[in-house]
């Protein structure tokens, strides 16, 4: 039993998670083990939202172990999230209560990244994390509408901080609450950067494990300030497969370096285009544009993610695709983008050995 326990441990260990990119025993995921009977429990703690992933977790380390000839019938998975705080760029400190900010960005305008960013959020809260979304697009915010908040305002009961909005489970905060939505913006930079930075300081978002900031499109100074004041833990760059956008996607991942804010990696919106009369697909903006990108700057790929009509129309209607298409294929892309991108960050903070108990092995 002793040695057959010692097996599967090691087995287990050299499981690899697709989404952390690392086994278990690189993650320090692996919190217990033990035999009772013909039932093998197992605790494994993983850096990401797992609401919706253990019974394919389950699953997949099931086949793991029976390819390794030995036992799985009889195994029972605790899958448990361990979201860690990661450092934020200095001389920033961090945001008190938000474990993480995440920015979400492109090179230019119209390739779907605040699409992208409300799905991330909406796929993290969905999966059980505690999440906000600040729409830092002072010039066109657009979270209100894509929340279906459009016309509400935020309260402030103590008349110093702003209470976010909530919907769909997940808080947000956006000049578009406090200004008119038929009234534009014309404001100069200094006066944009001032009011994301009081629109991040000054609302009470409570405990949070992830923060998205959907910023403005381009790489111009406003865009390059507000990576330098914000506290952020990592960037998500937003390009289409074309050339073009893909020209403006490494303008981004050089702005993020300039500021020392590490780019988690590249997702490829409108990807592919399925017809939804003959389900012909067809890759309308080019292919393989978004793995050029990442391959050429060392990061990962984390998505790639559908042009679909029913994506516009429900981020029109105030539900996006993640909570009104739920199970959906279009809505499953988002979903895996999302655990893609949780696992990118996670592996950033697991490199630091010793902040985890040790594995306990029982024999009972």
Known sequence: ???????????????????????????????????????????????IPVGGYVNPFRAALAAHLAAAGLPSAGLEVDLRSA?????????LKPLPGVSNIVAVASGKGGVGKSTVAVNLALAWAAAGARVGILDA???GPSQPLMLGLAGQRPSSPDGKHLQPLTAHGVKAMSIGFLVDAAQAVIWRGPMVTQALTQLLSD???????YLVV???????????TLAQRVPVSGALIVTTPQDIALADARK???????????????????????CSN??????????????????????????????????????????????SAAGTPRAAAYVEMARHSAGALARRGRDRRGQFPQIVVEES
């Open 278 to 323: 003959c389900g012909h697909v067809e890759h309308i903006f080019g292919a393989g544009g978004g793995a050029r990108i990442a391959a050429e700057h060392g990061v990962q790929l984390l998505g790639e993610l559908p042009l679909d009509a029913r994506v516009r129309a429900e981020a029109d209607g105030g539900a996006p695709t993640v909570v």
């Open 83 to 91: 979201i860690v705080a990661h450092s934020v760029q200095r001389p």
């Open 137 to 139: 697009d002072i010039y």
């Open 252 to 274: 981004g991942l050089a702005m993020f370096e300039k500021v020392a804010v590490p780019v988690l990696g590249i997702i490829e919106n409108m990807s592919l285009h399925v």
């Open 214 to 224: 959907d910023m403005p499109p381009g790489t111009g100074d406003i865009q390059l």
């Open 203 to 209: 609302t009470d978002w409570g405990e949070l494990d």
């Open 1 to 47: 039993m002793a040695d057959e326990l010692t097996q599967i441990r090691t087995a287990l260990e050299q499981y690899i998670d697709p989404y952390l990119q690392q086994s278990l025993l690189e993650a320090e995921a692996l919190r217990d083990l033990r035999i009772d009977g013909s039932v093998i429990h197992v605790t494994v703690e993983l850096g």
